[in-house]
């Protein structure tokens, strides 16, 4: 079982970090999807345990941070550990690659980690896939569908229920498409 002291503190860290920031194409606060990922997590490694179930819990709280705001990693290092940080490092995307090349470094670096950290990012993108913002393309829609593909093949071997989920997500995903 995960730690509620850890939760709480990499709970708190979040929240002060992505303060004012909000879910893109709503007003909610961005913790929302944060708390999302985290809480798709637990449920999963309840029912299909991981062996570090802290870091799982952890990374799902923090893996935006470093990509998301101007948090450095050292930071993450010294206040959660060396384990959290290089989940977090994987989890965040490259900006200074190219745009076509980000997920598969990101998706190669995060097969390099523990099965803790394909985990969060499996559920990630479950939670990311719900009815997208009303502005984006048909062509960006797909896109984002093939991405989720991609993802699955790298990453359900981690976790056969988060794979189903996923599996689950991506077709109910083609409702809107057009
Ligand atoms: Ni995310």
Redesign the pocket.
């Given at each position: 079982m995960w730690s509620p002291e850890r939760y709480q503190a990499s709970l708190r860290f979040a929240a002060e970090r992505h303060a004012g920031q909000t879910v893109p194409g709503t007003h909610l606060p961005y913790l929302l999807?944060?708390t999302s990922?985290a809480g798709e997590v637990m449920r999963a490694i309840v029912l299909e345990p991981v062996a570090a179930p802290d870091l799982a819990v952890v990374c799902a709280l923090l893996?935006?941070v470093v990509?998301d705001t101007p948090t450095p990693l050292a930071e993450i290092a010294a206040r959660f550990g060396d384990d959290v940080a290089l989940g977090v490092a994987a989890?965040s995307k490259d900006a200074a690659l190219a745009k076509a090349q980000q997920l598969d470094d990101s998706l190669r670096r995060i097969r390099a980690c523990p099965a803790e950290i394909w985990v969060v990012k499996l559920a990630?993108r479950i939670?990311?896939l719900q009815e997208p913002p009303a502005h984006w393309s048909g062509d960006k829609r797909r896109r984002y569908r093939e991405e989720a593909r991609q993802i699955h093949a790298a990453l359900a071997p981690a976790h056969a229920l988060l794979g189903r989920r996923l599996d689950e997500r991506i077709d109910a995903y083609g409702a809107f498409l057009t």
């Open positions: 999807h944060v990922v893996h935006d990509e989890l990630d939670v990311n």
